[in-house]
């Protein structure tokens, strides 16, 4: 029986937009409600209990909109708060990006010396490091804090001079034995052309085509699909706790023209 | 008849700790509550809606500590909230710290050319540029928005080659008429050595002293200096809500040594 709902999808602002890009491709009957808490944007210096409060309260927010599943896009949010929203809304299927992310990085590495760049808050907590290793226990991983690559990504700077001197103040001295690096911050893929270049034939991954795999075959097993037939157009319907404009601006250099201001809807956790 | 309750401040988080530390030396027998809103920090890139609605939600906070006045420590804040956060809380008295960035701005200028380098939020309201032509009708005012600024002193980062590489971002160009350059976001003072070099000889005033003194005489008119005696030991109540461990570490390079972990509060909005 095909579940026509939409699928809800939160992050801190616009990173996981690049998430949502990959769920539309590979999801093609379904529809999608995607939330940017961008009233207390970034997540990623903030503590673990606030981050997870702030996702009880952004998964909250998106039941409103009748969704049939929840994917956490933020790696800070996914790092810390899936137990708690997986409980706050069972049976509802929650993903996070995290276990798609680190399931990538195994898949891709050779040598088992595996990078993860992310916020400051998920490399503190160690869940990448936990995930890549419940998968490959013989893994090696670095975890590198990189929160200067948000505040680049939010500002539209994806290339130049302080680009370059910034990857080369985070990269420097990496060891040659990584062979693979996971974009642990759904912020950074924007940057990916740069820091190809610094990171040479290092495989770089990121969660967003994993996590779309992931949530299709979490849908199936719920006999959540839409299944065929024409899903509402326009197919996402966007959702920011402030700033709908400056979401649209930011937002298009993660998922492209079709993010118009007038598509974006201000929302709040009171009503 | 002495006033001896404490003097609140506050900022989105530990910017405003320049301003703490002039309030501290310009007024040596008051005593101080500061709040830095650490939960959704920063400021600089959110709507005025709600920068004023997180703006009264930190001078309520405040007034639970009894304070007799409020200093509101974050240009950002003060460029949107003074009235609301006045109003609200009448008769107590308020101060931005704005108008007192905009009066040492003016003083400073011989051409009448100034440049005002602040967060995106606050160059977008214009509040620098009337404030100046309020005191001088016949200055020219350049707003440069400068959101990096931000990040990088929340990482520390006020030397090298990334911060070189921002400045010459943001200032490259910058018209040679321009005598003064007014740094409009509390964090900015920790990068003035790195923007020394880029400015040349302009001048570079921030809000913190005049701030200081403005705050003085407001509290003289409200005959609510505290006047000689001894204040309480130590004269700084902080706090914070969220990551006080982080507050008290990326504070230290705002306010020195002084700024220990323990002595740090985590406050909620709702208690």
């Keep these: 029986m095909a579940d026509r709902r939409p699928i809800g999808v939160f992050d801190s602002g616009v990173g996981g937009l690049t998430v949502l890009a990959a769920l539309l491709a590979r999801l093609p009957d379904e529809c999608f409600v995607y939330l940017g808490d961008t009233a207390r944007l970034p997540y990623g210096a903030k503590t673990p209990a606030t981050v997870e409060r702030y996702s009880l309260q952004c998964a909250a927010l998106l039941r409103r909109y009748d969704v049939k599943a929840i994917a956490i896009a933020c790696n800070t949010a996914a790092s810390v708060a899936v137990p708690a929203v997986t409980q706050a809304h069972a049976p509802l299927p929650v993903l996070g990006v995290l276990e798609p992310g680190a399931a990538a990085a195994v898949a891709a590495s050779a040598s088992g010396r595996i990078a993860v760049l992310a916020t400051e808050a998920t490399i503190a907590g160690g869940a990448y490091e ?14 590198l804090a990189c929160p200067l690559f948000v505040a680049l990504a939010e500002e539209g700077l994806t290339s130049g001079p302080i680009v370059d001197a910034v990857v080369r103040h985070y ?6 034995l990584i062979d693979t690096v996971v974009l642990g911050c759904t912020h950074f893929p924007v940057l990916a052309p740069a820091l190809r270049a610094a990171l040479g034939r290092r495989a770089i991954v990121d969660s967003a085509a994993t996590t779309a795999a992931a949530l299709a075959g979490l849908l199936s097993r719920h006999g959540a699909l839409a299944e065929g037939g024409e899903p509402p157009a326009p197919r996402v319907r966007f959702l920011a706790t402030d700033g709908v404009a400056r979401f649209a601006r930011v937002g298009r250099a993660f998922f492209g023209d079709a993010l118009t201001d007038d598509r974006v809807e201000l929302v709040d956790f009171a009503g």
Tied chains: 1, 2.
């Design 130 to 143: 936990r995930a890549i290793r419940a998968l490959d226990p013989r893994a090696t991983v670095t975890g």
């Design 171 to 176: 990269l420097e001295g990496l060891d040659p």
